[in-house]
């Protein structure tokens, strides 16, 4: 029995708790301390093992029964305690009849709570990877790099904020994807490995939902994910596509994704995810950097601009022109989007990638004195180490380069 | 979810509205004051935006090595040195804004006269350590 496996039947085993009539926040906690009880027990201890063993059925459905009783107990003790401090009686009284779990899966409703829109993006992140994910608090602020008391007050203040929200009542799919696709983002930190376990989370949702966009971030997940082994050199620094070693792309990981993109977009309901994994898919495909599709990379850029007219996605879609049409072109695009748009980000939402867009179009326009300045400045305004670094070293390698 | 530091200085930041030194206040007003600066602490950990902080010593030695098989140079504290830290506190919020806000709020602790500071605090976003994965899909 993994820990993976385990944590799988998180949100059945919380939702059997709710549908007895356990307010969700309580069934939540409970449902944690079964969970840690199992991982703790189950490889090593043979008792909660054996209890398996002689009970029939699949391993799965049992293991989930064993998670059941467990959380219920520690449910009816958490409210008895409860009770008995308030000197109140206790209004959960008897345990149900033991028997097999319901077959109606409320996973789905679960990640709709979990990524209800009263809830700010870090707090539906944190509630999602505990009460969908199974994940420890532990493991979510070591992931986060934050306190385990404050991730902590941020779960449990989540779960109050959702304490009125019907468990029954249907819920907006993009909420939840926007949640999957954060913690997609995050990568890798701590023990955790989030963008796997974003991978988990999101075909869970596929499994459950027909909808193209679920499938299509599926998709767009699993092509980034094949590359990931190369993003980076042995030393941490960023590899950029163009001279990441294709050999040691995660081939069938790329074939599933675009099995699951092709699907998606025979659906004729285009969204942005679609979208962005279709240009994942494209790179994906391309066996060599001389060989990448560029025009039709470029139509998809426009296609997502179309969708979503978000200013990352116009940059994007800048480098793009400046691939397909060659580096005047892309500088060209670059000025209109100057244009279009008021350059002087407020000092919150800056776009730090502009000006590394811009060095690169003139390093390939011949340009070497201008894209070497270019990439000085975009180092200073890069949002994160691994991209400060990169971009430094291109303006090192200009400067050194001229100075022959 | 960004993380940020908010730095007080003791000196280096531009003067306060209220720019009353700390030993002419009345004991109370400083009492005031450092319970706002708890519970402002106490506030963002129960929000879970709280990761850490701490007060520094106004005094510090400046160190730099010097060459092999010597011992570290010490120096300082320099008179002449601008910019002077009081104390630091890192927060992780959802936005900037939510940051420029919580930074607001600490700046308006009690003090001369019960009044607010108005101190002005430095606002610092916390540099990842990786880029995001989708955001840039030429890499």
């Not at chain 2, 930041?13 to 600066?37: G, I, R, T």
């Not at chain 2, 520094?56 to 160190?63: D, Q």
Request: contains cysteine; proline residues 6%.
């Amino acid at each position: 029995m993994n820990e993976a496996l385990i944590r799988s039947l998180t949100p059945s085993v919380l939702a059997v708790l709710v549908r007895r009539g356990a307010d969700f926040a309580a069934a939540e906690d409970a449902v944690q301390d079964a969970l840690v009880e199992a991982v703790r027990g189950w490889p090593a201890d043979p008792s909660p093992s054996s209890r398996l063993r002689s009970s029939r059925g699949d391993p799965i459905r049992d293991a989930k029964g064993w998670l059941v009783t467990v959380a219920w107990r520690k449910f009816l003790d958490a409210s008895r305690s409860d009770a008995a401090r308030r000197r109140r009686e206790d209004r959960v009284e008897e345990e149900p009849a033991p028997g097999p779990t319901p077959a109606v899966d409320d996973t789905l409703q679960l990640y709709f709570l979990c990524a209800h829109p009263s809830l700010t993006p870090s707090s539906a992140v944190a509630l999602t990877l505990r009460a969908v994910g199974g994940l420890t608090t532990r493991q979510i602020a070591q992931a986060y790099l934050v306190p385990e008391a404050t991730m902590a007050q941020r779960i449990s203040r989540a779960k109050r904020t959702v304490s009125d929200v019907r468990f029954d009542q249907p819920g907006d799919v993009a909420t939840v994807l926007r949640v999957l696709y954060l913690v997609f983002n995050e990568g890798y930190s701590g023990d955790v490995d989030l963008s796997a376990e974003a991978i988990r989370l999101t075909r869970q949702l596929a499994a459950r939902i027909d909808h193209p966009e679920v499938a299509g971030l599926l998709a767009l997940m699993l092509l980034h994910h094949a590359r990931r082994a190369t993003r980076t050199a042995p030393d941490g620094s960023l590899v950029p596509l163009a001279e990441q070693d294709r050999a040691r792309w995660d081939t069938g990981m790329i074939a599933q994704g675009v099995a699951i993109l092709q699907a998606a977009l025979a659906r004729d309901r285009l969204g942005e995810f679609q979208a962005q994994a279709a240009i994942a898919a494209l790179h994906a495909d391309a066996p060599t950097v001389e060989e990448t599709d560029w025009v039709q990379i470029l139509e998809w850029y426009d296609e997502l601009v179309r969708l979503t007219d978000s200013p990352v996605v116009r940059l994007n879609r800048v480098v793009a022109v400046g691939e397909a049409d060659g580096p005047r072109a892309g500088l060209a695009a670059l000025a209109e989007l100057n244009d279009s748009a008021p350059t002087s980000a407020s000092r919150g939402s800056p776009m730090p990638r502009h000006t590394a867009v811009a060095a690169y179009l003139h390093e390939r326009d011949g340009d070497l004195a201008t894209a070497a300045r270019l990439y000085a400045e975009a180092a200073h305004q890069a949002p994160n180490l691994a991209e400060r670094d990169y971009l430094t070293r291109q303006a090192a390698r200009l400067n050194t380069l001229r100075r022959g | 979810m960004a993380k940020y530091l908010l730095l007080k200085h003791y000196r280096g930041a531009p003067a306060a509205v209220n720019d009353v030194p700390m030993d002419q206040w009345a004991p109370e007003e400083v009492s005031a004051h450092l319970k706002y600066m708890n519970d402002f602490a106490a506030r963002l950990e129960e929000t879970g935006e709280f990761v850490g902080g701490q007060a520094l010593a106004p005094e510090g030695t400046w160190v730099r090595y010097d060459g092999e098989g010597r011992p570290p140079v010490t120096d300082g504290p320099f008179a002449e040195t601008k910019d002077l830290i009081a104390g630091w506190m890192v927060i992780d919020v959802d936005s900037y804004e939510r940051a420029v806000e919580l930074a607001g709020e600490l700046s308006a602790a009690p003090g001369a006269g019960g009044n607010p500071i108005h101190e002005w605090l430095e606002l610092r976003p916390f540099l990842a350590e990786h880029s995001t994965v989708t955001e840039c899909p030429h890499r």
